[in-house]
């Protein structure tokens, strides 16, 4: 097997690459490896949203603390430096931009059980953005 298609089994999907699903998956790159209290993590949210960072910074940290929680093993994120991103970053990011099949794009992260919390609070993501009048446009099939 080459190098090449190693990568795409690992990273099959291309990151977005520029706007606020690129923020996003930044800032869930960031804090998923150096912890939710990131800097560049907080700094690219404050870049991206202005002043209204805040709150969907807390909701970013809410989201990844519920996905720990009821996550069914390990969450694979990619580097920062990736132009393509995992089966569960795409994932996330599906659910953020079409909650309502949220609970559909997770099923395969999240234990049945407890999933409905994570789901709750990606919608609440996906809520804020677009009060925000920034709904992430992130296409999923």
Request: aromatic residues 6%; hydrophobic residues 45%; proline residues 6%.
């Amino acid at each position: 097997m080459d190098d090449s298609s190693n990568l795409y089994s690992i990273l099959p999907h291309a990151a977005p690459v520029c706007g606020d699903a690129r923020t996003l998956l930044f800032t869930t790159r960031r804090m998923a490896v150096n912890g939710l209290q990131d800097a560049f993590a907080a700094n690219a949210m404050l870049s991206s949203y202005g002043m209204r960072y805040r709150k969907p910074l807390v909701l970013m940290r809410a989201v990844l603390v519920d996905m720990a929680r009821s996550a069914r093993g390990n969450i694979i994120v990619a580097p920062c430096c990736a132009h393509r991103m995992t089966a569960h970053e795409y994932a996330l990011l599906s659910a953020i931009s079409d909650p309502a099949n949220g609970a559909h794009h997770m099923r395969s992260l999240l234990k049945p059980h407890t999933a409905s919390v994570a789901v709750t609070t990606i919608a609440a993501m996906s809520e804020t953005l677009g009060e925000m009048g920034r709904p992430l446009n992130f296409p999923h099939y």
